[in-house]
């Protein structure tokens, strides 16, 4: 349908601008219900595969019946979706039909394998009972504590005699994870030094200093070859949004070209990520909301807005990614993001969720507490 008859002479520059731009918002709005119904129609199709295994399952519990059984690579991957939402009833549900036996062993060897399983669940479910590079450290301090305690335990106990005590193994661990930081994070300004890095470890071995040699070697190796964490597959994004803290639509400033643009945000596992459209399956960035602050703002051209912002580090980048037009993943741009909503009680509304979801880096109050454990016993 045409909003007016081809060929009017009857309208003005302006307003034959007006209708052109409606009609493309228009067009947009057609294609975007086109990918809603799709969107639907592969949730439906997830509720009947989902009810369908639970049948079978009930049908396990009910020999009785003449129901198809649930097999064990059914089974299998229901317990991984149930461990992507909730790690301890997935483990209890692959237990329970003897996918897994409550060896602790065999448990540890399903985690590392890792098929199928997302690696911030995996270090949740660690986290309340090789580290790094096998899952994603939880977000809470007393969770990465843990975690960093019993691989400290572990690696003196494989290692005797590297270390005088487990608390010296704790700290550097915890220097070396922020050296890679520091040398190989394009947004970390003022790189740290051997001689920081021997700084920093002085005094940690019981009140004695770790041989030079042996930091000089891990130094070089950091500065040499960074560690990384693997990314997660599409699986693991699927559970990623499965259930998120918030969902919307908003408007997002760009970050050279100062251009509004409709995004669809997630907010969840405290970050934001924003899409072109709700069926995309990859975000076309992502925001760790780690160290950041919120705050409402004025915009002379869009209501409603407020602001995502670094305090303590004004006039640089925010650790950020995006993807570019070659569909790159490339470093974000922004310095600030600001954000508008469709009314002021959304705004609020996204402020608080926010604000709930931002955490500060413990990695620095969890080192200092254990330093001074160390110096307390001297």
Wanted: with cysteine; hydrophobic share 30%; glycine share 6%.
């Amino acid at each position: 349908m045409d909003f007016c008859p081809a060929g009017s002479t009857d309208l003005s520059e302006a307003e034959e601008a007006e209708i052109e731009t409606i009609r493309q918002h228009r067009q947009e709005l057609l294609e975007d219900i086109k990918k809603l119904k799709e969107e639907i129609a592969e949730v439906f199709a997830e509720i009947e595969c989902f009810q369908n295994a639970e049948k079978r399952e009930e049908a396990d519990n009910n020999p009785g019946e003449q129901t198809s059984k649930l097999s064990q690579k059914d089974k299998l991957s229901l317990g991984r979706k149930k461990f992507n939402m909730d790690p301890a009833k997935g483990i209890q549900y692959l237990i329970e039909h003897q996918v897994l036996s409550s060896d602790l062993q065999e448990i540890a060897k399903f985690l590392h394998k890792g098929e199928g399983l997302n690696k911030t669940a995996i270090g949740d479910y660690l986290g309340g009972r090789q580290f790094l590079w096998s899952f994603r450290l939880p977000g809470e301090a007393q969770k990465i504590d843990r975690m960093m305690e019993a691989f400290a335990n572990w690696y003196c106990k494989c290692n005797p005699g590297v270390f005088q005590s487990t608390d010296t193994c704790y700290i550097l661990s915890f220097s070396i994870i922020m050296l890679n930081t520091s040398l190989h994070n394009p947004n970390v300004k003022d790189k740290t030094p051997f001689e920081r890095f021997v700084s920093i470890n002085r005094g940690i071995d019981n009140g004695g200093d770790l041989p030079e040699e042996l930091l000089k070697n891990l130094f070089e190796s950091i500065k040499n070859e960074p560690f990384s964490i693997p990314e997660d597959d599409g699986n693991d994004l699927t559970h990623t949004f499965f259930n998120p803290n918030r969902e919307g639509w908003l408007l997002k400033l760009g970050g050279r070209v100062k251009t509004w643009k409709r995004r669809w945000f997630i907010l969840t596992d405290n970050c934001l990520y924003y899409f072109e459209y709700t069926t995309d399956k990859e975000p076309l960035g992502i925001i760790p909301l780690e160290n950041l602050s919120v705050r409402k703002v004025d915009d002379p051209k869009k209501p409603n807005c407020f602001e995502l912002f670094n305090p303590k580090c004004k006039g640089q980048k925010i650790k950020a990614c995006k993807t570019d037009g070659d569909g790159k993943v490339v470093e974000g741009k922004h310095q600030s993001y600001k954000i508008s909503a469709a009314t002021p009680a959304e705004r609020d509304e996204w402020i608080e969720a926010i604000r709930t979801s931002i955490t500060q880096d413990p990695f620095y109050d969890l080192v200092s507490a254990r330093k001074k454990k160390i110096a307390s016993k001297n």
